[in-house]
């Protein structure tokens, strides 16, 4: 069974920085896709990041573009969004996920994390 656990969400004011790691287990990567979602209160979630296990491709939506990094940890099995720059509208769970390149969805998801900035 495919796991991902995130962590490292908390509080922090704007202007600040967190980064978030997602440790993924159960099976190789190497043909996945993995990317971090987010869901504000009210609000549906979204797409942040993604990042091919493979080549390494990255892709950002344009509001996180230039503040946040998505990168990976081969050995580790890792992904990690480095955020700086924090803004309220930030503030949302924040969840990692996984899918095989080229499919539609995202098929595999952790249980995600608290992000909270503060103003």
């Known amino acids: 069974q495919v796991q991902l656990v995130e962590s490292g969400g908390g509080l922090v004011q704007a202007g600040g920085s967190l980064r978030l790691s997602c440790a993924a287990s159960?099976?190789?990567?190497?043909?996945?896709?993995l990317g971090w979602f987010r869901q504000a209160p009210g609000k549906e979630r979204e797409f942040v990041a993604a990042?091919?296990?493979?080549?390494?491709?990255?892709y950002y939506e344009d509001s996180v573009k230039g503040r946040f990094t998505i990168s990976r940890d081969s050995a580790k099995n890792t992904v990690t969004l480095q955020m700086n720059s924090l803004k309220p509208e930030d503030t949302a769970v924040y969840y990692c996920?996984?899918?095989?390149?080229?499919?539609?969805?995202?098929?595999?998801w952790g249980q995600g994390t608290q992000v909270t900035v503060s103003s």
């Open positions: 990042i091919s296990w493979s080549i390494g491709s990255t």
């Open positions: 159960g099976r190789t990567f190497g043909s996945y896709s």
């Open positions: 996920a996984a899918s095989l390149i080229g499919n539609k969805g995202y098929k595999y």
